[in-house]
């Protein structure tokens, strides 16, 4: 199971490598990824009829029960093999779809991207990890609806979509994370067998609700169904993917695989019945009057959605089995529709049906492929969709939920599907009959023979399914049901024929009354034009516009440029959370022993508190403050230090001495005094809000110093040499422990130098001459007593960070703290010699030195796989050789070596370009742009 998405996500970058080989060397290779994993997926056929679940996991954080983890049961795979076999037929249709303007590769690769999201969506076995492919679904249909970007209306079509689907995103995550929070756990066979629990539950409402947002958004319900029509605006085999197996399904397949959880409720029945049923009704009526025809079998798609709907919101095991029935069929004639019109599209040059008038006589094999998916679709006798709505009729009558008006269900059904009927009537008689086309922009065709092959097997599938529904899917559809029912299937037939009943004659009034409403169109559609057309597309723009006018109007109010506002805001926010808890705390001072208080101490407390102090009374002047806000860091070092965190000590040090440098070539682009702009009213404010900070945090870390603390050090203690090999637990729980923590946060870290170098790249900034006294500059800018201690320095500097570097994972050191010391040793070069001395002899790449450290720390814990370990998980032994003797070997040393790397990197990017630009090069460089 693990190769099916895997597959899948490689298969993005097939259609990349092989679009120069031509567009059908690209189509086919690009076909290979999905075949072979639907392949894979057809060998687990057998166990799956059995009513067995095949999964597959890999640990992934084992102490927090996270893994990567999938799994096939009915529902599953039923849902893959739509995934993956339109799939296909997609990337086959595509081939002769796109011209020769059109990025197929790209095209290619944003499809297997989408796939891989909707794959991951039905075979995930956790629901964070099922939320997380749900997310890729809205970025991945994203990038296929926006396509043709160069359009308008793909550009908002797309947008539109994205915030549609991405908001509903947001409410299934709280969904989801409140479902964990009452069963206990993420797994999904553990979430379902929970049904009585969360049902019974005190937040079970706001669970309903969360879940049906994300559904009801992904899968176009109403009020949500604006986004599905302005979709249109994609290629058409995107369409015909997102319509039929994709997007809009997943969530259909949501509430499918809540049901078991969630349904059974009046909240359930009243929620989605009711809004399944308005969504039939909207979507049916709408489609009728629209004239292009992806908009009719849109609003058309919306309609069938809201069907499958008003069946899961029934309640009742049969109403499942017929929404899983009707999922299948709307599948494959829904696809086929889109396709069709793509060809009528793609040879005519329009989709209006005022205009494709006749084209029976000009494309007679298209028009009858088109013209039975389309009877499917309005239910015709002996087509897939006849059984479904048939099931789906007989359904509606059987509910009671409504008490006496439950009889409106059933009217209003037989109404909503007498408009398919209609609807499917018009897309026929108005493209292939109705007389001759009217001014097109080509002259009608049939399109290329190998363009036609996935609707020929689509639409065979509409019939084989429409006269042996058993023998075609009877099987897939019961394993399918079963997963959904979450128990024994109820008894039903697939039989064609079920004699004279009340469903036959629902059936039959609505063909009969689809077939009045089409013949009277007109007069509808004179009804019709005294309503004024709303424009989603245009109302989704001012809202977006006028949501953006009110938070601009709130971060005009939060942000006006004063840094002062800010720290007040936000301190006075932090002070009221943290203070308020302290008006319960009775007694301070708890009874834990307090550390005597020595000279060393009093003097280290006493030198801190007056550097702090300097450097507020001095912070008009810039350097003295910039001293004595060192003293303040050499202090906190000296403590940590005191305080047996030699680690912690080294760290701080070197930060602070690469702070210190990074604001002293800042300060050159500064005056060397602030001007006076805070009032006497304002600073007394200020202190006092500082005072009553300091007091509370005081008070927070006396409470707390003073009390008995549990903590976990003593598992680092016991772990730290027997399973990370090393006996400096600070670094085996950065290379080893929290590795996945230093690997993100080096990340990071290349992530922000690489924007600051862009930031600092092009910058021109105004370069003093002198003081603020006026005096100019030393003319020396590189003395030579400096240039030549510098130089002594750095053997010694480069050696005491190789030592700090090498005895990390034993002793305290490490990557971290090496890499800034050999930044120090480099940049104290460029002080001592300048930037045109150091380029002709240090040429470095600090890019390219960031993404080396990150690919050897990333490469190191990619290792650990191939022996079957968690990933970044250690290995050590012990080696002897000649005259060494016994040493240690680690692979931590790698990870630690990836870090050390990123971290020159990154701040030699920062500090390099920064001192660039007081050089004469910069100077040369401005003059030449």
């Given amino acids: 199971m693990l190769w099916v998405p895997l597959l899948t996500v490689l298969g993005t970058l097939v259609p990349l490598m092989t679009v120069r080989f031509g567009r059908s060397a690209c189509a086919f290779f690009t076909a290979i990824p999905p075949a072979i994993a639907l392949f894979l997926v057809l060998l687990n056929l057998p166990e799956v009829f059995d009513g067995q679940t095949v999964a597959v996991s890999i640990p992934w954080i084992p102490a927090l029960g996270l893994e990567l983890a999938f799994h096939l049961d009915g529902l599953a795979l039923l849902f893959a093999i739509l995934i993956l076999g339109i799939g296909l037929l997609i990337i086959l249709y595509a081939r002769y779809y796109l011209s020769e303007e059109d990025s197929m590769g790209r095209f290619y690769a944003f499809l297997m991207l989408f796939m891989t999201a909707m794959l991951g969506i039905v075979i995930s076995k956790n629901l964070i990890q099922m939320w997380v492919f749900w997310e890729m679904t809205s970025v991945s249909s994203f990038l296929l609806i926006s396509f043709w970007n160069h359009r308008t209306e793909a550009r908002k079509g797309a947008r539109m979509a994205m915030t549609v689907t991405g908001m509903g995103g947001l409410a299934l995550l709280g969904g989801i994370l409140l479902i964990g929070q009452v069963v206990g756990s993420y797994d999904l066979p553990t979430v379902l067998a929970s049904g009585d629990m969360l049902r019974n539950h005190d937040a079970y409402p706001v669970i309903v609700t969360l879940v049906l947002l994300g559904a009801f958004t992904k899968s176009a319900q109403f009020p949500f169904h604006f986004w599905l029509p302005h979709?249109?605006?994609?290629?058409?085999?995107?369409?015909?993917?997102?319509?039929?197996?994709?997007?809009?399904?997943?969530?259909?397949?949501?509430?499918?695989?809540?049901?078991?959880?969630?349904?059974?409720?009046?909240?359930?029945?009243?929620?989605?019945?009711?809004?399944?049923?308005?969504?039939?009704?909207?979507?049916?009526?709408?489609?009728?009057?629209?004239?292009?025809?992806?908009?009719?079998?849109?609003?058309?798609?919306?309609?069938?959605?809201?069907?499958?709907?008003?069946?899961?919101?029934?309640?009742?095991?049969?109403?499942?089995?017929?929404?899983?029935?009707?999922?299948?069929?709307?599948?494959?004639?829904?696809?086929?529709?889109?396709?069709?019109?793509?060809?009528?599209?793609?040879?005519?040059?329009?989709?209006?049906?005022?205009?494709?008038?006749?084209?029976?006589k000009y494309m007679p094999y298209t028009a009858t492929l088109a013209m039975v998916a389309a009877a499917a679709m309005a239910g015709v006798p002996l087509l897939?969709?006849?059984?479904?709505?048939?099931?789906?009729?007989?359904?509606?009558?059987?509910?009671?939920?409504?008490?006496?008006?439950?009889?409106?269900?059933?009217?209003?059904?037989?109404?909503?599907?007498?408009?398919?009927?209609?609807?499917?009537?018009?897309?026929?008689?108005?493209?292939?009959?109705n007389g001759e086309p009217?001014?097109?922009?080509?002259?009608?065709?049939?399109?290329?023979?190998?363009?036609?092959?996935?609707?020929?097997?689509?639409?065979?599938?509409?019939?084989?399914?429409?006269?042996?529904?058993?023998?075609?899917?009877?099987?897939?559809?019961?394993?399918?049901?079963?997963?959904?029912?979450?128990?024994?299937?109820?008894?039903?037939?697939?039989?064609?024929?079920?004699?004279?009943?009340?469903?036959?004659?629902?059936?039959?009034?609505?063909?009969?009354?689809?077939?009045y409403v089409y013949y009277n169109r007109y007069k509808l559609f004179q009804f019709q034009a005294q309503f004024p057309e709303a424009n989603a597309s245009l109302m989704f723009d001012r809202s977006v516009k006028w949501v953006m006018k009110q938070c601009a109007i709130v971060v005009e109010w939060l942000e006006n440029n004063s840094l002062q506002r800010y720290n007040f805001l936000l301190i006075l926010f932090a002070l009221v959370l943290t203070g308020l808890p302290l008006l319960d705390l009775n007694a301070t001072a708890g009874l834990r022993p307090q550390i005597p208080v020595d000279a060393v101490m009093l003097s280290g407390a006493a030198l801190l508190a007056f550097s702090a102090l300097?450097?507020?009374?001095?912070?008009?002047?810039?350097?003295?403050?910039?001293?004595?806000?060192?003293?303040?860091?050499?202090?906190?070092?000296?403590?940590?230090?005191?305080?047996?965190?030699?680690?912690?000590?080294?760290?701080?040090?070197?930060?602070?001495?690469?702070?210190?440098?990074?604001?002293?070539?800042?300060?050159?682009?500064?005056?060397?005094?602030?001007?006076?702009?805070?009032?006497?009213k304002r600073v007394a404010r200020d202190l006092s809000i500082?005072?009553?900070?300091?007091?509370?945090?005081?008070?927070?870390?006396?409470?707390?110093?003073?009390?008995?603390?549990?903590?976990?050090?003593?598992?680092?203690?016991?772990?730290?040499?027997?399973?990370?090999?090393?006996?400096?637990?600070?670094?085996?729980?950065?290379?080893?422990?929290?590795?996945?923590?230093?690997?993100?946060?080096?990340?990071?870290?290349?992530?922000?130098?690489?924007?600051?170098?862009?930031?600092?790249?092009?910058?021109?900034?105004?370069?003093?001459?002198?003081?603020?006294?006026?005096?100019?500059?030393?003319?020396?800018?590189?003395?030579?007593?400096?240039?030549?201690?510098?130089?002594?320095?750095?053997?010694?500097?480069?050696?005491?960070?190789?030592?700090?570097?090498?005895?990390g994972h034993n002793l305290p050191g490490g990557g971290f703290i090496a890499g800034l010391i050999t930044s120090i040793a480099i940049i104290q070069q460029y002080i001592a010699h300048g930037v045109d001395w150091l380029k002709d002899r240090l040429k470095l790449d600090y890019q390219k030195v960031i993404g080396s450290g990150l690919f050897i720390a990333v490469a190191t814990g990619i290792g650990s796989w191939i022996w079957g370990k968690p990933f970044l998980t250690s290995w050590y032994d012990y080696l002897t050789w000649p005259v060494v003797g016994k040493f240690e070997v680690a692979s931590a040393i790698l990870f630690d070596l990836g870090v050390y790397l990123t971290v020159i990197g990154a701040t030699m990017l920062i500090l390099a370009n920064l001192g660039q630009l007081t050089t004469s090069e910069r100077a040369r460089e401005t003059e030449h742009e």
């Avoid at 006849?386 to 109404?415: C, D, H, N, R």
């Avoid at 020929?456 to 509409?462: D, F, K």
């Avoid at 350097?623 to 000296?638: E, N, T």
């Avoid at 600051?756 to 105004?766: P, S």
Wanted: net charge neutral.
């Fill in 231 to 360: 979709a249109m605006a994609a290629p058409t085999p995107v369409s015909a993917y997102l319509h039929s197996a994709t997007m809009v399904k997943a969530g259909l397949f949501l509430m499918a695989r809540m049901y078991p959880v969630l349904a059974g409720t009046d909240l359930w029945f009243a929620v989605v019945s009711l809004t399944g049923l308005v969504t039939l009704l909207i979507g049916a009526y709408t489609a009728l009057f629209k004239h292009d025809l992806k908009g009719l079998l849109a609003y058309s798609t919306v309609s069938h959605l809201g069907l499958i709907t008003l069946l899961l919101g029934m309640g009742s095991d049969m109403a499942a089995v017929a929404a899983v029935f009707h999922i299948i069929n709307h599948a494959t004639f829904k696809a086929s529709l889109f396709m069709a019109a793509g060809i009528i599209d793609h040879e005519t040059g329009s989709r209006d049906m005022r205009n494709l008038n006749g084209l029976w």
């Fill in 384 to 433: 897939n969709g006849f059984l479904s709505k048939e099931m789906f009729f007989a359904e509606t009558l059987e509910q009671s939920s409504l008490g006496s008006l439950s009889w409106m269900i059933p009217v209003l059904a037989t109404i909503g599907t007498a408009f398919s009927v209609a609807y499917s009537l018009r897309f026929i008689h108005d493209v292939f009959f």
């Fill in 438 to 515: 009217i001014d097109l922009p080509k002259t009608p065709h049939e399109p290329p023979r190998y363009m036609r092959v996935p609707i020929e097997i689509l639409v065979a599938l509409c019939l084989l399914v429409g006269i042996w529904p058993a023998l075609i899917v009877g099987d897939l559809l019961a394993v399918a049901s079963t997963s959904v029912i979450g128990g024994d299937l109820p008894y039903y037939s697939l039989h064609i024929w079920h004699g004279f009943n009340l469903p036959l004659l629902m059936s039959t009034l609505a063909m009969i009354g689809g077939a």
């Fill in 614 to 680: 300097a450097t507020i009374i001095w912070h008009r002047k810039r350097l003295i403050a910039l001293l004595m806000l060192s003293v303040v860091g050499l202090i906190v070092s000296l403590a940590f230090a005191l305080f047996s965190a030699p680690d912690l000590a080294l760290t701080q040090l070197s930060v602070e001495v690469v702070t210190i440098i990074l604001l002293l070539l800042a300060l050159y682009f500064l005056p060397q005094n602030t001007p006076k702009e805070s009032s006497p």
């Fill in 690 to 807: 500082a005072a009553l900070v300091g007091g509370v945090v005081g008070t927070i870390n006396y409470a707390l110093m003073t009390r008995p603390l549990e903590t976990i050090s003593d598992f680092f203690l016991d772990n730290a040499k027997s399973g990370g090999g090393g006996t400096n637990v600070v670094n085996v729980i950065l290379v080893d422990f929290r590795g996945f923590d230093t690997l993100g946060e080096i990340t990071v870290l290349g992530i922000a130098a690489l924007g600051i170098y862009k930031l600092i790249a092009r910058m021109g900034l105004f370069k003093p001459t002198s003081d603020d006294s006026g005096r100019p500059w030393a003319e020396d800018k590189h003395p030579m007593m400096l240039a030549v201690i510098s130089q002594s320095l750095l053997p010694l500097a480069l050696l005491v960070s190789a030592y700090i570097f090498l005895r």
